[in-house]
């Protein structure tokens, strides 16, 4: 942890000269502007969704179907952030697959049962229309524009919604963190979809 402008930051995790639009599993975690509660409740140990919650939820989803070489994993959002699992393979034509029986998912989908929201995208496909997002099939894209589409366009609708314009919605930095095996993939997956349950002693919730 570093002093700057009188303030204390936590020093970034990221490796240096590591090509973030590589093939691999990458954890990240987005908190909103301020942390402020903008996505909606915990009740009983699962999150309420509000409008601003469903958007970002399809947002989240919506982004297989413009990055040929993305796909998705563990995701959940809580009120004040979002975690999620990040696949990228750039093999291939990937667009909108959330799970491909010879993808780099398939060992985790099969060695550590983990089952992810949806194995179809016609349950989670949104307008593109809807979110801004304009399909690219021909440019491997990687973890940085995968996020900064996610803000952009999330925050937009956001911002349509209420007619603030141009209003702050996220942190300008996020937090990832490169998934090295299967033993940490599982209990990553684990931590994500447990995470509405430990809402009370979460580090992120203040």
Partial sequence: MTLYQNKYRIETTRLRNYNYASDGRYFITICT???EHLFGNIKNGKMQLNAYGTIIENCWFDLVNHYPNLQLDAFV???NHIHGIMIIDNSKNMGGAIVSGDSVLADSVVETG???VST?????QTDAIQTGLKPDSTTPHGLFEFVRALKTFSSRRMNEMDNSPGKTRWQSRFHDHIIRNKQELFRIQQYICNNP??????SLKS
Wanted: proline content about 10%; hydrophobic content about 35%; cysteine-free.
């Fill in 120 to 124: 179809t995208t016609d349950a989670i």
């Fill in 114 to 116: 983990f089952k992810p």
């Fill in 77 to 79: 959002v809580m009120p």
């Fill in 33 to 35: 502007h301020g942390r």
């Fill in 197 to 202: 349950t430990k809402w009370d002693i979460d």
